[in-house]
């Protein structure tokens, strides 16, 4: 589990970046939900977290994809692959991050990049 | 309403009968499209696709598991519609019959007069023009480009990218300057001059030189700028032609009301080839970007289910982006009718910076450079407040 910030350091409505490989950003919900989801786009070089976070769905800053931040889903293009969602604890008023084994639908351009970088 | 007839196959005809089958539309859907693709989105084409960054598969604008229950009759162009009829006549003597009809039909680039057949003269609308120019590109040589609009400026700098010695001549004084004002098209542009790229403006083109290949541009003020390769970027012209004589009014594209309308019933326009009644300036207004061809589908298939009666809901600023030399540009709303411009945030000799046009000290637009997080929230602040 990754240590990610203090609930009250992150206000409702705000995003905070996980500078990890990939990137995960955190979000806290209006509703007081806390939820984490791959940061980049599923599209292009994105970051979600600069995106604008509207009930329970973040939209893409660049093209406007919509993601569902509960399932990762994606409502319509120019993204048309789910983010990766990842599980999120709050212990004493700490938010932790869960990463998921599974693997992340990054865009093709940095896909390429990841994959052209010697390991 | 039993059959629907969506006339264009690309990003504005796919986001029709998407928004078709959201409401609730169960009857016959035909797509009619003149390319032989599935749908497919364009701004890559001057961009990852031409760089080689991407691929074809990747431009598809429609998941592997969609299915709209539609017809789609590909590789076919319509040549007229016959209002009286219901029916939309196709190239090959083919009518489909409907009592809805979306027109989609998109723009097509303009051309330079007696250019065409002169081999290594682009232009850059479809795949296989995108396809016919990176095959160029990859010999390398020297570019011209004719017109310092977002796609001419997009191609240049991919071209740069690409180790090709690049010029872009513009007619007017200042490119962008029509979207962007005099002062932001200025700021903008410079992106060529920061990388080495050529940029003359304020003088037009004459003409082409070269016997079956280009070799040169010829310019009006006498100069002769050598050239392997050139691309036309001076726009795009409506494809409406085939509705002429139809009944459906035309002016610079279909002739809109600010839900879609044309003026026939259960004809609707939507995408780069409508041009809609925008209420915040009090004009019709052909918007040729991306957003409005993915959003204004869902307004226009309303109306077009309603028989007119839906409220159509306030339009959202028309937003748009450009990816050129890294750097990202975003814009939204109308910078026409701003009286002032300031900066705030960044620095425009940074290529980082976000601009706020006004007017009468309300903001109008707002254009930003690599800074997509404070862009966004302007956005929507734009779209919460319309002018
Ligand atoms: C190279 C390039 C880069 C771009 N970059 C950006 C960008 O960065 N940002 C941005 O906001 N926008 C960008 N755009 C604009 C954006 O792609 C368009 O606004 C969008 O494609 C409009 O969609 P549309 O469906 O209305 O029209 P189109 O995409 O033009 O599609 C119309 C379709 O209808 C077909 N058709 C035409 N006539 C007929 C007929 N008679 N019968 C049957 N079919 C017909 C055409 O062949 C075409 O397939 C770019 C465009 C291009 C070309
Ligand atoms: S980068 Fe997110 S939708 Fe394009």
């Known amino acids: ?119 | 309403m039993r059959a629907v007839a969506v006339v264009g196959a690309s990003l504005a005809g796919l986001s029709a009968a998407r928004s078709l089958r959201k409401q609730g539309y169960d009857g016959r859907l035909v797509v009619i499209g003149d390319e032989p693709h599935r749908p497919y989105d364009r701004p890559p084409l001057s961009k990852e696709f031409l760089a080689g960054e991407i691929g074809e598969a990747d431009l598809a604008l429609e998941p592997d598991d969609e299915d709209l229950q539609a017809e789609w009759l590909l590789g076919a162009r319509a040549t007229g519609l016959d209002s009286a009829h219901r029916a939309v006549r196709l190239a090959d003597g083919r009518e489909v019959r409907a009592d809805g009809i979306v027109i989609a039909t998109g723009a097509t680039a303009r051309r330079l007069p007696g250019t065409d057949g002169l081999a290594g003269v682009h232009t850059l609308r479809t795949l296989d023009d995108a396809r016919a120019l990176r095959d160029e590109l990859a010999l390398g040589g020297r570019l011209v480009v004719i017109g310092g609009g977002f796609i001419g400026a997009e191609v240049a700098s991919t071209a740069y990218a690409l180790g090709l010695d690049v010029t872009v001549v513009e007619a007017a004084p200042t490119p962008l300057a029509g979207p962007l004002g005099e002062t932001m098209g200025g700021v903008v542009s410079a992106l060529h001059a920061d990388h080495g790229v050529r940029l003359l403006c304020g003088v037009g083109v004459k003409g082409l030189s070269g016997e079956t290949r280009v070799d040169a541009v010829l310019l009006e003020d006498g100069r002769t700028v050598p050239a392997d390769i050139v691309v036309v970027g001076v726009g795009a012209h409506p494809c409406v032609e085939w509705l002429q004589g139809s009944g459906v009014v035309l002016d610079n594209g279909v002739k809109c009301g600010a839900d879609g309308r044309t003026s026939l019933a259960a004809v609707v326009a939507v995408g780069d080839c409508a041009s809609w009644y925008d209420p915040h300036v009090g004009v019709h207004r052909r918007v040729e970007h991306w957003t409005g061809a993915r959003e204004r589908p869902d307004a226009a298939v309303a109306t077009l289910l309603s028989g007119g009666a839906a409220e159509p809901g306030a339009p959202r600023p028309p937003y748009f982006w450009s990816d050129q030399y890294g750097v990202k540009i975003q814009f939204a709303g109308h910078a026409a009718g701003a009286d002032s411009v300031t900066v705030e945030q960044g620095a425009p000799g940074d290529r980082s910076f976000l601009a706020v046009y006004r007017r009468a000290g309300h903001p109008v637009a707002v254009l930003a450079m690599n800074q997509p997080r404070v862009f966004m929230r302007w956005r929507k602040q734009l779209a919460a407040t319309p002018s």
């Open chain 1, 1 to 119: 589990m990754i240590p990610v910030c203090l609930l009250v350091e992150l206000p409702r409505g705000e995003a905070y970046r996980l500078d990890i490989d990939p990137p995960v950003s955190v979000f806290h919900t209006d509703d007081g939900e806390v939820f984490a989801i791959d940061d980049t786009c599923t599209h292009q070089d994105a970051s979600l977290a600069d995106g604008w976070l509207e009930g329970c769905e973040v939209e893409c800053p660049l093209h406007a994809s919509k993601f569902d931040l509960r399932t990762g889903a994606v409502d319509a293009p120019p993204a048309k692959r789910p983010v990766r969602t990842h599980e999120v604890f709050v212990v004493d008023g700490m938010i932790y991050v869960q990463p998921s084994t599974e693997a992340p639908n990054l865009p093709p351009c940095i896909a390429a990049r990841l994959a052209g970088e010697p390991a």
